[in-house]
């Protein structure tokens, strides 16, 4: 398995990533300009090559099958719980400071 740090900037990277796109698809319904699409597509496939180099990394990991059985979760999910709660240090909630929520998850200034 790889180092948690790793993961964690790449979880990290990717919802990074994912917010800029999001605002920017706010924006472009403001505003539409041949440069912005193409900013948003380059964003786009930025999350997308971010996202496979996390699950090609987290391949065979528990939490992707959870993850894929639990009607509503998804990729994001497994993301958060992989690249936030480094299970060597929580081995149940609330120790090593882990999140107990999906809302401390990704609270500002974490």
Known sequence: MVEFSVLRALSR?????RRVRERLDERLKEVSHPALQACREALLLEE???????????????????????RGLGEAAAVSFLGEINPDECSSAGKGGAPTTLCELHKPGS
């Open 48 to 70: 997308k090559r971010l996202l496979q180099t996390f699950k090609n990394l987290t391949r065979g990991h528990p939490v992707w099958r959870w993850v894929k059985a639990v």
């Open 13 to 17: 990277s990717w919802f990074e990533v």
